[in-house]
Every structure is written in structure tokens, then in C-alpha cells.
């Protein structure tokens, strides 16, 4: 099947990351800043088996997991 392209305009896609395959996020999000500066972005997934991810973000063009 293949994959089709949205279109989007005044917006740039910065970064992707495919969270391993568990991109199943519910309606939890949030981001924190910590002392050092690092941001870190964390998801509450929908269910099992993972129930929460943590993404670094400081460098928003190169997330890490």
C-alpha cells in the first residue's frame, strides 16, 4: 500500500522519530525543561505495553529516545 504525502502550508517539518513502533499515544503529553537546559518530551501511550515514552529533544532536528 503505499503512502500518500499531505500537503501543508506555513509549516516545516523539523524532525521525525517513529518511537520504535509504538506511536499508539493517548492524550497525554508533556514537556520539561531540566536545571542543565535539556528538554525532554514525554507521551502516555493508549495502552500496554508501553505506557509512557521519553524523547530528548534538546536538539529538536535529532531526537533520541
Not at 524532525?15 to 506511536?23: A, I, K, V
Not at 514525554?42 to 530528548?56: C, N, Q
Amino acid at each position: 500500500m503505499a503512502t500518500q504525502t499531505q500537503e501543508i502550508k506555513n509549516m516545516r517539518l523539523i524532525s521525525h522519530h517513529d518511537l520504535n513502533g509504538y506511536g499508539n499515544l493517548g492524550e497525554g503529553i508533556a514537556l520539561h525543561q531540566t536545571p542543565d537546559g535539556r528538554r525532554i518530551f514525554y507521551m502516555a501511550h493508549v495502552g500496554p505495553p508501553k505506557d509512557v515514552t521519553s524523547v530528548d529533544v534538546t536538539d529538536i532536528a535529532n531526537p533520541k529516545l
